[in-house]
Every structure is written in structure tokens, then in C-alpha cells.
């Protein structure tokens, strides 16, 4: 499976070095505006093909897109120290109004994983892109990757307080990706028992305290990053081409990722995350968990915070 990738920054470089490391897809196509940056990440990712999958990488324009089953979306601006993500919407819904044709002329079928921020808005940003030239163009064909990296935060962080393998803790972050996000704690298990009673058996209880360190860890995780080494890549480079190894593998996995939801929450046609079945066609289905009363207050919280940006950009 061909993948491209849109923006060769620190999002799209990772993403395509974790791909390789991976073995996801069986060839890669960088493309950025700053054609010297795209062909210097392309060589020095292909130049690590030796130690992990074999498979061609390279720089390209747009044309050489055409034949992508996925082209993952990372151009756009940044945040700076202290800046939200949601300040960057203005910028890069112009950066995507230039690119999404420009793909989507390459490559028709591709489905679009978009990681620039606010990711859920330039998700929906996208499908109305898409949806100018090819009215049909599926809702689950605009797969933003949304809360996967919160999502991956949570549990690892959980898995270290609880000193086990994050592979065994099952916990997601809904809504936003960004300050409004929900950490699903009702929801949390490991061992296939509530998450809880499994701390309290292992000598690890979430405290109030406990539970509250998580929380900053998992939402103040960018800020923190970004003041130390000016933007965040490995965590969603892997995100990244996890999404894609189950779209290629057809895997059917269950992941938090962000698409066009009719309605969540009250709120309807926003963008936001929450459990979906990801295969081949992209998102096959959409999972509603049971959250508590303070759970659904603050996801409905997000999707309006969501759906104020969208409309902003005069999106309906
Ligand atoms: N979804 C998520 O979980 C995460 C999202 N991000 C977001 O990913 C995006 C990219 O971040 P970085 O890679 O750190 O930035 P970066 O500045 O390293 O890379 C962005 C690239 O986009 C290119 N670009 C800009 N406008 C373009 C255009 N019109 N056409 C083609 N290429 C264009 C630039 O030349 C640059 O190489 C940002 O919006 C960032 O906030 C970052 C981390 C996590
Ligand atoms: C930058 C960003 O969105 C993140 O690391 O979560």
C-alpha cells in the first residue's frame, strides 16, 4: 500500500519513520512545500530502511501522489510556547483550502488522516474541502488522528503508576484534542477488570491525587513538550502509523480517532474523538461508551467548544 504524506516537518518525518519502522505500507511519498526539506527526510528515513522494512521512499509533488491509499496530512503552522492549539485554525484552514485539492486531484480514493491542529477542526475543514469536488466523498474517509495520542498518554501513564504494560491497560481520552478533553476514568480497565479495583489489588490506588497527576500529565502533555524541545513528534508519528497499519491491515481496531459525527453530546455535526472501528474504507463504525453524569457533561462541553471554532470558518 502506497502512503503519502503531506508535510515533512517533525509530525510527517516521524510519521514516516515510524511507518518504516513498523513495516507499514510498501512505499512512501513525502511532498512539502519546501521541496530541499521533503527530499533531505526522504533520504535520511529511506537511509534507516536497511534496519527495520525495505521499502521506497522518496520526495515528490503532488503527482506523485496519485496511486496513495492514505495520505496522512501534517503541513501547517505549529504551536509556539504558550500558544493553543485551537489559535492555529485561522492559518492552516488556508494552508489545507491550497492542499486538499491539490491532493485529492493525485489521488481520488485516498482516504485523508489529518494530524495538523486543531485536529478535529481541520478534520471537518477537510471533508467540506473534499466534499466541493466530490459531493459523495465519505464522512469516515476524513479520519483525523484526534485523541489517539492523548489516548496513548493516558495509558502510559496509568501503566506506570500501576507498574504494568500500557498494552494492558485499556483507556481512552474523548472529545477535543486539546484543553477540553475527557479522560474516560469510568470506562478504564486492565486485567479485564475495572481500573480501580485492579490499583487498589496491586498496591497502586488512584487517589483523588493520583488520578489528578494523570489528568495534568495526559492534557499538559504538548505545553510541557513544546517548552522543552519546541514541538512534539515521536508520540504522534506513532499514532500516525498506527492508524495507517490498521487501514492497511484491515484490522478492524478500535481506536480513538476524530471524524464528522452527526451528533454527540447535543451538539450536532462537530468533529471529535471517540472509539472507532478502523479498517480498509477507513472508519467502519463509531462506538458510544457509557460515560457518568461528569463525563457527558464535559464531553458535551467539547463538542461545544468544537463546534464554536467550526462555525467560526462559517461551517454549519
Ligand atoms: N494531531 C496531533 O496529535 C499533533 C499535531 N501536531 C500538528 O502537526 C502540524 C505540523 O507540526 P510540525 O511537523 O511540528 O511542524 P513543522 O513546521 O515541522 O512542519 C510543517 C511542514 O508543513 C509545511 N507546509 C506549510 N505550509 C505548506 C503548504 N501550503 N504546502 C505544503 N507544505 C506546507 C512546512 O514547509 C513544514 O515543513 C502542526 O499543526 C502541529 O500542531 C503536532 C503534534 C501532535
Ligand atoms: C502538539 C500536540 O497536539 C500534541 O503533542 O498533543
Redesign the pocket.
Known amino acids: 500500500m502506497k502512503i503519502g504524506i503531506?508535510?515533512?516537518?517533525?509530525?510527517?518525518?516521524?510519521a514516516a519513520y515510524a511507518m518504516v519502522m513498523r513495516g507499514v505500507g510498501t512505499e512512501i511519498v513525502l511532498?512539502?512545500?519546501?521541496q530541499d526539506?521533503?527530499v533531505a527526510q526522504a533520504e535520511d528515513i529511506h537511509h534507516a530502511t536497511p534496519f527495520a522494512y525495505p521499502m521506497p521512499v522518496n520526495a515528490g509533488d503532488y503527482e506523485a501522489l496519485a496511486g496513495s491509499c492514505v495520505v496522512v496530512l501534517?503541513?501547517?503552522?505549529?504551536?509556539r510556547p504558550g500558544e493553543t492549539?485551537l489559535e492555529?485554525l485561522e492559518r492552516?484552514a488556508a494552508?489545507f483550502g491550497?492542499?486538499i485539492p491539490r491532493v485529492l486531484a493525485a489521488a481520488p480514493q485516498a482516504i485523508l488522516l489529518?494530524?495538523?491542529?486543531p485536529?478535529d477542526v481541520?478534520t471537518q475543514v477537510s471533508l467540506e474541502i473534499a466534499r466541493r469536488t466530490s459531493p459523495d466523498f465519505p464522512v469516515g474517509k476524513v479520519i483525523?488522528?484526534?485523541t489517539?495520542?492523548?489516548t496513548a498518554r493516558f495509558r502510559a501513564l496509568l501503566a506506570k503508576h500501576l507498574g504494568i504494560s500500557p498494552k494492558s491497560v485499556h483507556a481512552h481520552v474523548l472529545g477535543e484534542?486539546g484543553d477540553s478533553e475527557v479522560l474516560h476514568w469510568s470506562g478504564a480497565d486492565a486485567g479485564a477488570m475495572p481500573i480501580s479495583d485492579f490499583a487498589d489489588q496491586v498496591g497502586h490506588p488512584l487517589t483523588d491525587a493520583v488520578r489528578a497527576e494523570i489528568d495534568q500529565g495526559v492534557r499538559g502533555a504538548?505545553g510541557k513538550i513544546i517548552k522543552g524541545k519546541g514541538?512534539?513528534?515521536y508520540?504522534?508519528g506513532g499514532?500516525l502509523a498506527r492508524i495507517v497499519q490498521a487501514i492497511s491491515d484491515d484490522e478492524r481496531a478500535v481506536m480513538t480517532c476524530s471524524v464528522v459525527n452527526p451528533e454527540v453530546a447535543g451538539v450536532q455535526n462537530v468533529a471529535l474523538s471517540l472509539p472507532r472501528i478502523v479498517g480498509l474504507e477507513g472508519v467502519l463504525g463509531t462506538i458510544h461508551p457509557h460515560l457518568d453524569k461528569g463525563e457527558m457533561a464535559a464531553l458535551s462541553r467539547s463538542a461545544g467548544i468544537l463546534k464554536e471554532a467550526v462555525t467560526t470558518l462559517g461551517i454549519k
Open positions: 503531506v508535510g515533512a516537518g517533525f509530525v510527517g518525518s516521524a511532498v512539502d512545500r519546501n526539506l521533503a501534517a503541513a501547517g503552522a505549529n504551536q492549539r492555529l492552516n494552508v491550497d492542499i489529518v494530524a495538523t491542529n485536529v481541520m483525523g488522528s484526534g489517539i495520542l492523548d484534542h504538548a514541538a512534539t513528534w508520540g504522534i499514532g
